[in-house]
């Protein structure tokens, strides 16, 4: 028997709330499968549980999405100093950095940011740049990780060394960009020039030294890059008009020296409990919600490019309506979750009248990110936004434990698990009943002018961009 909006939420939400279903899928995930790197065995393993449990949890047109991806494997690292002092330091490479001896002198630059580098001018060729990886607390906008390298690479940099900001003795990483993306060979898609991670103390290490006098660095690599697969995965809640989707989802991929729990086991795992709730109510919404677990985010977002084909395809007969990314989602105790709407006044709108309406307070922000599984769906004119979570990184800078050996199941908690999945149900039933949301999909030009206005038009040829696909 078909039931009301809020029939159904009140089921779903006793079903969220009573079930430690979604904790012990983030302890298989974390502790059993490990980082589940792009491209890697752990990765695929990860994909084959998740598509076991769609069909345990009754989700229909379960299935894999493969595509292929590039996949990197991490050697030795050494990085030393041969002046003012000599001595050797704990680093790790960035992710696609390629193998050789690379030596020179460091420049610091600081945070990294677009000032700085327009400060330190053409000092910047044939030097070693160091910079902080990310800058930013909870709200604030600065650059990314990859848009300082970006800088570097542009400057004539023939390295780049990145300090996490976060105290802790905890190595960054994060992934670097190929320097001939459409290339055939491994080597195409290996980074311009090698970029490491070290911690915020030898950062700091590096700094005091410098004021003795100039630093000259060695840094040795052996890496390796090699052709492999990805998958989504994706199961459906048909809706009554079918072919009218609301797409929820996180990426499951982390990175290799960690478990990636919160960033984004986390946020996968609460789409999938939304996948779980929302299942028994199939036929019951006016539209189909589909979950979907990306694969590949981390090192380019490879699935959410890969899915984003299945609704720009001119054959397709499905009409994607809203996508919702939950990278983010569900990490730390609860109670911090906001959602980020990209670039779409209305759409920001709309949450802060169902948060209104329903007396739950969501912190809301209107902005365009690039990072995250969101963007290909936006360069396609599809409204989106994130739901997250700021609480696990309060005080903390950057993605605080994220991209680090910290990044652990300890983080994570069932209550915040909880918390973002019964709000996630809840905002997906929303979506999926509403008669027309207050938005509709842009075309080329409409996108290309949101990119201008917000200073980023160059992220069109990007690495996270249209030009730089994986394959």
Known sequence: MAESARDIERQILGEVWTSGEI????????????????????????????????????????????????????????????????RDFSAIAMPFAGSGEFEGEVIDLGEGEAADFDHAGDAVRGKIVLSAAETNRPGEVTLHRTDKYRLAVDAGAVGHIF??????????TGALYAKNPGGKKDADHEAPIPGIGVT?????????????????????????????????????????????????????????????????????????????????????????????????EELGLGGSWKHAERYTDPSSTEKLVFVMNLDGAGRGQGGQERINTTSDQAMQEYFERWAGQNHYRIDTNNRISAHSDHFPFFLAGFPSGTLNSSDSTAGMI?????????????????????????????????????????????NESQVEAELEAAGMSNFLTHHWGRDNRVM
């Not at 752990?42 to 493969?66: R, W």
């Not at 004021?211 to 390796?224: D, H, P, V």
């Not at 079918?242 to 729990?261: P, Q, S, V």
């Not at 509403?434 to 509709?440: C, G, Q, R, V």
Request: with cysteine.
């Open 200 to 296: 915020h103390e030898t950062g700091s290490m590096l700094r005091r030294l410098a004021e003795r006098g100039t630093l000259q660095a060695k840094i040795k690599l052996q890496n390796r890059t090699y052709l492999s697969h990805s998958s989504n995965v994706v199961g459906d809640i048909p809706g009554q008009n079918a072919d009218e989707i609301i797409l929820f989802g996180g990426h499951y991929d982390g990175h290799d020296i960690a478990y990636g729990a919160g960033d984004d086991a986390a946020g996968t795992l609460v789409g999938l409990e939304v996948g779980r709730v929302l299942a028994p109510f199939a036929g019951q919404l006016k539209r189909t919600v589909r979950i979907i677990c990306f694969g590949y």
């Open 23 to 86: 904790y012990n899928s983030l302890l298989y995930l974390c502790d059993d499968l490990g980082s589940r790197f792009g491209g890697t065995e752990s990765e695929h393993k990860a994909a084959e549980f998740l598509l076991q449990k769609m069909k345990e949890y009754g989700l229909q047109n379960v299935h894999l999405e493969e595509f292929p991806v590039y996949a990197w494997e991490r050697g030795n690292c050494e990085l030393s100093l041969t002046a003012p002092v000599e």
């Open 398 to 442: 950057g993605r605080g434990y994220g991209h680090t050996e910290g990044d652990t199941v300890d983080k994570v908690h069932l209550r915040g698990l909880q918390m973002g999945s019964a709000l996630a149900a809840r905002i997906a039933i929303a979506l999926a009943n509403e008669e027309s949301l207050p938005t509709k999909r842009r």
């Open 163 to 172: 300090v996490n900001k976060n105290p802790g003795l905890l190595h960054i």
